[in-house]
């Protein structure tokens, strides 16, 4: 419903509730230490279910920032350069580059990837402060109190909000998304074949976290992302000579279906796919199942800030 204001009722949401209010205080920080290792990481990030951690230093005080899945990502690509043919000589190679990965310090990957600054709000900010910075391609706020920081807010935590209190009825987010002022992007995609170090590097080149894998007819039938990768480890990091569908079927047994929608759903259906599937983009397909666009987290913080 809307309120006299004629403003949208998530907004009015958004801007009475305070972070204060709003984050869990038992809620733990994944955290890491500047000199720890990227195994330790990896393993921190797979086992609390996150994308990030917090990289802090014994020897100083306060917060270096934040490192996640792309920071990963940009990483893995430093070490492993190109792709190749599995040779016994190229498989020594990998073994090294695996050793070489998991040994650098975490400290040492703070932003790399240049899309995961450290920013900051204080308790008494509200939730629309928060969506604003989140609607600026930042995927997670820091949290302060008296200069300590004490939480995170990510565009989960905000899309999360949303889908537990109603704010769709009688707005916008119940429209279609075609009528409803959220224009999808368009999407590249990269075939099932494609080598997996050359499909990071077509993701480092169009700026993505994550692109949809297609099959010779152009249908999609996987998603690929940074987070595939924090299984990473000395041990298999030889998986890298693999195509990305074989790479998927490796970690993962067998790839986990794509999570889709029309033009013709609600902005609400795509709030509560990436709610339900604990996803960060849904991909638009036609009926052939061939994508078409893709509406990310970042997308839906820029839409509840144009109102």
């Known amino acids: 419903m809307y ?20 984050v869990d205080p038992h809620r733990k920080l994944v955290t ?3 000199n720890e290792d ?17 990289v802090v230093d014994d020897e100083k005080p306060g917060v270096w920032g934040f490192v996640d ?15 190749r043919d599995i040779t016994k000589e190229s498989v020594q190679n990998l073994k090294w ?18 899309s995961n600054p450290f920013q900051t709000v204080t308790l008494d900010a509200t939730l629309m402060d928060v969506v604003n910075i989140l609607a600026e391609e930042v995927h997670r706020v820091g949290v302060t109190d008296g200069g300590r920081l004490i939480n995170v807010v990510s565009q989960s935590d905000i899309v999360s909000f ?15 998304i075609a009528q409803a002022g959220l224009p999808p992007l368009g999407v590249v995609s990269v075939g099932d074949d494609l080598n997996i170090v050359d499909c990071l590097k077509f993701m480092v080149e169009h700026k993505l976290s994550a692109v949809p ?4 007819n152009g249908r999609m039938v996987a998603n690929f992302s940074a987070t595939d990768l924090l299984g990473l480890n000395e041990s298999n990091f030889s998986l890298l000579q693999l195509s990305v569908k074989k790479f998927l079927f490796s970690v993962h047994g067998f790839p986990k279906p794509p999570v889709v929608c029309t033009t013709a759903d609600t902005v609400e259906a795509v709030l509560l796919k990436l709610e339900v599937h604990k996803v960060h983009r849904v ?25």
């Open 3 to 22: 309120m006299d204001s004629g403003v949208p009722f998530w907004v009015n949401l958004l801007q009475a509730t305070r972070v204060r209010d709003f």
């Open 32 to 34: 890491a230490k500047y």
């Open 38 to 54: 990227v195994k330790e990481l990896l393993k921190k990030m797979s086992d609390a279910h996150v994308l990030g951690a917090v």
């Open 69 to 83: 899945v792309l920071d990963i990502m940009s990483c893995v690509l430093e070490i492993t350069t190109e792709s």
């Open 97 to 114: 580059e695996g050793q070489c990965f998991i040994r650098q310090m975490t400290g040492m990957l703070v932003n790399i990837s240049r």
């Open 162 to 176: 949303l889908t537990t209190h109603g704010v769709y009825i009688g707005s916008s987010i119940g429209k279609p």
């Open 213 to 216: 894998v297609v099959d010779k």
């Open 283 to 307: 991909y638009i397909v036609d009926n052939s199942m061939r994508p078409t666009g893709v509406i990310s987290m970042t997308d839906i913080m820029r839409f509840l800030t144009t109102y």
